[in-house]
Nanobody, 122 residues
């Protein structure tokens, strides 16, 4: 049974840092973090291929880092220099295929976690 379980969200002041975790079972060629702010569309944040290649949304480049610890079956999102506009529900996603889909369309991603809330205050 596929499971993606996020944790690590919380409230932080602008300029602060948080590290999100996504515990997963199984093997996935590609995993990603998305976020969805209240009243807005879901947005792709960061993507990680099994060969280590990453890609990021322009809005988080230089501030966020996606990584994975295969021994712990955990995907991470290190978020630094947080801004109020980073406030959102953050979701972990995985693709079952042998390729790395683009962020959109969302149905390219087969598995989703339940989300963890990040709130950044000014």
């Amino acid at each position: 049974q596929v499971q993606l379980v996020e944790s690590g969200g919380g409230s932080v002041q602008a300029g602060g840092s948080l590290r999100l975790s996504c515990a997963f079972s199984g093997y996935y060629y590609c995993m990603a973090w998305f976020r969805q702010a209240l009243g807005k569309e879901r947005e792709g944040v960061a993507r990680l291929r099994s060969d280590g290649r990453t890609s990021y949304a322009d809005s988080v480049k230089g501030r966020f880092t996606i990584s994975k610890d295969n021994a712990k079956s955990t995907l991470y999102l290190q978020m630094n220099s947080l801004k109020p506009e980073d406030t959102a529900m953050y979701y972990c996603a995985a693709s079952s295929g042998d390729y790395c889909p683009t962020f959109y369309p969302y149905n390219s991603w087969d598995y989703w976690g339940q989300g963890t809330q990040v709130t950044v205050s000014s």
